[in-house]
C-alpha cells in the first residue's frame, strides 16, 4: 500500500508537463512579444531547448529576454549580458 501511494505520487508529478514562456522585446520595433513552448511526447527537455535556442536568436539581436517556466522566471540576459549577473562569457566578443 505504501508503495502504491509512493507511486501515484510520482506518476502525478511526471505527467504534468512543463510549459516555458518566452518573452522579448524587439529593440528595432519597440514590441513586446512572446511564445510558449511545451515538451514533445519522448523528448527530454524539448521545451527547455526550443526556449533556449530562440532566446538566442533574440540575444544575437540585441533585445532583452526573459524565460519563465511555469510562471517563474528561471532565466533573462540582454545581447549576452544575463541581467543582474554581468557578462555571461566576458572573454569573447
Known sequence: ???HLKYDLIDGVMRDKMTYK????NE???????KEFTGEVG???SAMDS???????ADGNLWPWVLER???????GWGGDQLNRGR???TCG
Open 1 to 3: 500500500m505504501t508503495f
Open 22 to 25: 518566452l518573452t522579448w522585446k
Open 51 to 57: 526556449a533556449m535556442e530562440l532566446a538566442q536568436e
Open 70 to 76: 511555469d510562471g517563474h522566471e528561471v532565466a533573462s
Open 88 to 90: 555571461l562569457f566576458p
Open 28 to 34: 528595432d520595433t519597440n514590441r513586446v512579444s512572446s
Open 43 to 45: 523528448k527530454d527537455h
